[in-house]
């Protein structure tokens, strides 16, 4: 499976950006997808999963009401949507992907495929 993440950009604190994940090469419906951050002198930290088959979402405490994981399987795509961005979102962003539909999981090295990040940077 390879991951293309974009969607990434400079705004300001308040605005809204979404981020598109899109895989190929095995089918899609059957993989959780998730997004992690890493900001600067940051481990890298889970943001958000969707499960394959049931869409089941999990967000991390900081993001939730704000942002908001999707997929459309017959765009073969992921999406995070965010909103109410805050200079503290500022971070690398990455998507990710592991086969299976029953456990969340919220680490990175639950995961098997990384895209190559998208920076999202949030001016106060």
């Known amino acids: 499976v390879q991951l293309q993440a974009c969607g990434g950009g400079l705004v300001q604190a308040g605005d809204s950006l979404r981020l598109s994940c899109a895989p190929s090469g095995r089918p899609f419906g059957y993989y959780s997808m998730a997004w992690f951050r890493q900001g600067p002198g940051k481990e890298r930290e889970f943001v958000a999963v969707i499960m394959g088959m049931t869409n089941k979402t999990s967000y991390e405490d900081s993001v939730k009401g704000r942002f908001t994981i999707s997929r459309d399987n017959a765009k073969n795509t992921v999406y995070l949507q965010m909103t109410l961005l805050k200079p503290e979102d500022t971070a690398l962003y990455y998507c990710?992907?592991?086969?299976?539909?029953?456990?969340?999981?919220?680490?990175?090295?639950?995961?098997?495929?990384w895209g190559q990040g998208t920076q999202v940077t949030v001016s106060s």
């Open positions: 990710a992907a592991r086969p299976g539909t029953e456990v969340v999981v919220k680490y990175p090295r639950g995961y098997d495929y």
